[in-house]
């Protein structure tokens, strides 16, 4: 398994729990953190990289060109973490949930700092959840400063392997502290591995928890593309669209204005938020 991708080198860890150091053969597609690799030892703890296995789960980001790029692979859940400060963007919390229901994988919502909140500010923050709670994502609140909730992320995180996103400043680092206590005896020893001497914050990493699961821990990001994707992709990747998705008069509809649109006779029926109907016509291509 990819531990973490330095770029033209790879870091992985082989059945037995050794780090190898290896770089890919030439011609393989790139290789991300979570891959599951065959590899061929070269040297002490070196090898090449043979053979990529196939994807159960792949999250993409797009650059500014629209190509897309794989970031992560096999993962089972989408930590989308978040904060009263910076300010919660929910255009980038709609983009991650769109894109965890396009990978076929579970999404939560954990809103860190949570000691900084007022009451009136942890409503407002539970007013605008409302839109995901409704549609059953998970959302919790959590203090790394106070340690508070982390057991209950920790419940989340057991057994599965859950990739960490969000905007930085949210305290990701700080969070993922209180998981990984030994974590820079952890970082300490990648570092040796990779022979870098040293580990960059800007390398996507995977962790293995005491509570059994992995985390992969994505760098900080001002905002997320899903690229170019058809309305069918796009529609799927709204969970409150799929109870009327096929039901359109129209096969290729778009939901945006056509006549007999199922999913536009649900907005008028208040079945879909109206926030998260703008959101689909700003992303929609």
Not at 76 to 84: C, G, P, R
Not at 164 to 185: A, E, F, H, T, Y
């Amino acid at each position: 398994m990819v531990i973490v991708n330095y770029g033209r080198q790879t870091l992985i860890e082989d059945s037995a729990g050794n780090l190898v150091r290896c770089v890919a053969r030439r011609g393989l597609e790139q290789i991300v953190c979570g891959d599951e690799v065959e590899w061929l030892q070269t040297g002490s703890q070196e090898g090449v990289v043979e053979k990529l296995a196939p994807r159960r789960s792949v999250l993409n980001r797009a650059d500014s060109g629209n190509k897309l790029h794989p970031l992560v692979a096999n993962f089972d859940q989408l930590i989308i973490e978040a904060a009263q400060e910076p300010a919660l963007d929910l255009s980038l919390l709609d983009k991650y949930t769109i894109a965890a229901e396009l990978a076929h994988t579970a999404a939560l919502i954990v809103v860190n700092k949570s000691d900084l909140l007022t009451p009136d500010a942890r409503s407002e923050i539970v007013a605008q959840l409302g839109d995901y709670t409704a549609l059953g994502y998970g959302v919790l609140f959590t203090s790394a400063l106070h340690n508070t909730g982390i057991e209950a992320f920790a419940d989340c995180l057991s057994g599965r392997t859950s990739i960490l996103v969000g905007q930085s400043g949210v305290g990701k680092s700080s969070l993922i502290n209180r998981l990984l206590p030994d974590r820079g005896i952890t970082v300490g020893r990648l570092s040796t591995a990779s022979g870098l001497g040293r580990h960059t914050t800007t390398a996507t990493t995977l962790y293995h928890l005491t509570c059994g699961g992995r985390l992969i821990d994505s760098p900080g990001v001002r905002d997320f593309r899903l690229g170019e994707v058809s309305a069918t992709e796009l529609g799927s990747g709204f969970r409150e669209f799929r109870p009327y998705l096929g039901q359109c008069r129209f096969n290729d509809c778009r939901h945006v204005s056509e006549p007999g649109c199922a999913v536009l006779a649900a907005l008028a029926a208040g079945q879909i938020s109206a926030r998260r109907m703008e959101s689909y016509r700003r992303l929609l291509t």
